[in-house]
């Protein structure tokens, strides 16, 4: 369990609804198809027919939600056009994109290690070919376990 400390230790005392980083990200991304697009955008999907096709939803449903991970900072429009073509758009990965990356890792994990049926796919280091975990690690670079997890309120910068 994680914990409680300082002034967050009293539950009584505090609120997080609507200051709750958690809640914040799923009111962006609590989406079943907003994760399927970031999902497919770390498999290197960038255009939107692949999108749509791949995440298995409608076209208005992927363009909603594309619209909804730009406006985010998650994805980037770039232009692009083929030959004889008219110019498009192609969906890239920012920076905050990249950033939720251990998020979908995570779940996947999760899924892989609790839900029936797993699928016969492994998250690996694609230099050695070692199986890769999502961990969390504090700033001095230690490994810390759920039971180690502690929330408290961050020092304000005078």
């Not at 009584?12 to 970031?38: H, N, Q, R």
């Not at 960038?46 to 992927?62: E, L, N, P, Q, S």
């Amino acid at each position: 369990m994680t914990v409680l400390q300082g002034t967050l230790a009293d539950r009584d005392a505090w609120s997080a609804v609507g200051e709750c980083p958690i809640e914040k990200t799923m009111a962006l991304l609590g989406t079943k198809s907003a994760m399927l697009v970031m999902r497919e955008a770390y498999y290197g999907t960038t255009r939107f027919d692949d999108f749509w096709r791949r995440i298995g939803v409608t076209k208005a449903a992927a363009a909603a939600r594309l619209s909804d991970l730009v406006e985010a900072g998650l994805l980037e429009r770039r232009p692009y056009r083929e030959p004889g073509q008219r110019s498009r758009d192609e969906y890239v990965l920012t920076g905050a994109g990249l950033d939720f990356m251990p998020v979908i890792w995570a779940m996947f994990e999760w899924g892989q290690r609790h839900l029936p049926r797993p699928a016969p796919l492994r998250l690996t280091h694609r230099d050695c070919g070692a199986d890769a975990t999502v961990t969390i690690r504090c700033a001095d670079g230690h490994d810390v376990p759920a039971d180690e997890l502690a929330i408290r309120l961050a020092k304000k910068n005078s």
